[in-house]
């Protein structure tokens, strides 16, 4: 417990889930109950929009083609210099919630043929999260979602034999040992006020 006075330290945490999960709405919402209650919460993203996460965009949407290699290479600079500025804010006492991390890149990149120990050595260098929340959204439901955004099939990863490679893939990251922080996986089909609710309990030991 920290005693009046002394700044407390941020806390770090990631949502993930396949494309259509909800993660996006889910950090808004978790963003608006920490400030609520009066915790100053900064949300973030990757790909993020600096000039590595533009380029990795750029593959995600179909627009480019890079190699596997390239691509992971890419989300793990990326990363770096998201990294840069995610500990900054944590130093200053604000929480961060990021949409996607680390297990991003060791579901999406490995899904594409590449070896997980070595997407792993890639993203050593990055900050061990103090939770991951994995919304586990069915991949029917994914599927749905995005079809009713006009965004499935139109890029890379969209496919609903991605996303179940993918979700494989993630619960083999969450297995290993890579330091994800506290792990936490939520069912996401159900309304979005239940899964927010469902997170929310979740982090109650980090509060
Ligand atoms: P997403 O998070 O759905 O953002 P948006 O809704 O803005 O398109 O899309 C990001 C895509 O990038 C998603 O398909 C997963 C992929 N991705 C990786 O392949 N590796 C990574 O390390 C990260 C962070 C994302």
Same mark, same amino acid.
């Given at each position: +417990?920290?005693?009046?006075?002394?700044?407390?330290?941020?806390?770090?945490?990631?949502?993930?889930?396949?494309?259509?999960?909800?993660?996006?709405?889910?950090? &808004?919402?978790?963003?608006?109950?920490?400030?609520?209650?009066?915790?100053?919460?900064?949300?973030?993203?990757?790909?993020?929009?600096?000039?590595?996460?533009?380029?990795?965009?750029?593959? #995600?949407?179909?627009?480019?083609?890079?190699?596997?290699? #390239?691509?992971?290479?890419?989300?793990?600079?990326?990363?770096?210099?998201? #990294?840069?500025?995610?500990? &900054?804010?944590?130093?200053?006492?604000?929480?961060?919630?990021?949409?996607?991390?680390?297990?991003?890149?060791?579901?999406?990149?490995?899904?594409?043929?590449?070896?997980?120990?070595?997407?792993?050595?890639?993203?050593?260098?990055? +900050?061990?999260?103090?939770?991951?929340?994995?919304?586990?959204?069915?991949?029917?439901?994914?599927?749905?979602?995005?079809?009713?955004?006009?965004?499935?099939?139109?890029?890379?990863?969209?496919?609903?034999?991605?996303?179940?490679?993918?979700?494989?893939?993630?619960?083999?990251?969450?297995?290993?040992?890579?330091?994800?922080?506290?792990?936490?996986?939520?069912?996401?089909?159900?309304?979005?006020?239940?899964? &927010?609710?469902?997170?929310?309990?979740?982090? &109650?030991?980090?509060?």
């Amino acid at each position: +417990m920290s005693r009046l006075g002394e700044s407390t330290p941020g806390r770090f945490i990631v949502l993930e889930g396949l494309d259509g999960a909800g993660t996006t709405t889910q950090g &808004a919402l978790l963003a608006a109950r920490l400030l609520e209650r009066g915790i100053p919460v900064e949300l973030t993203k990757e790909p993020t929009d600096g000039v590595l996460g533009k380029i990795a965009r750029a593959f #995600t949407d179909g627009v480019t083609h890079l190699e596997p290699e #390239t691509v992971a290479l890419t989300f793990a600079a990326d990363r770096i210099e998201h #990294t840069v500025e995610i500990r &900054a804010l944590l130093e200053a006492g604000t929480w961060v919630v990021s949409d996607r991390y680390v297990a991003s890149s060791l579901a999406y990149q490995t899904s594409q043929g590449l070896p997980f120990e070595w997407v792993r050595t890639l993203n050593s260098r990055a +900050m061990e999260p103090d939770a991951t929340i994995f919304v586990d959204t069915s991949v029917e439901a994914c599927v749905a979602r995005l079809a009713a955004r006009g965004e499935f099939n139109t890029g890379p990863f969209d496919q609903a034999a991605a996303l179940e490679k993918a979700r494989a893939l993630y619960l083999q990251a969450f297995a290993s040992d890579v330091p994800l922080g506290r792990l936490v996986e939520i069912a996401g089909d159900a309304s979005r006020e239940q899964v &927010a609710d469902a997170i929310w309990d979740a982090l &109650a030991p980090l509060r």
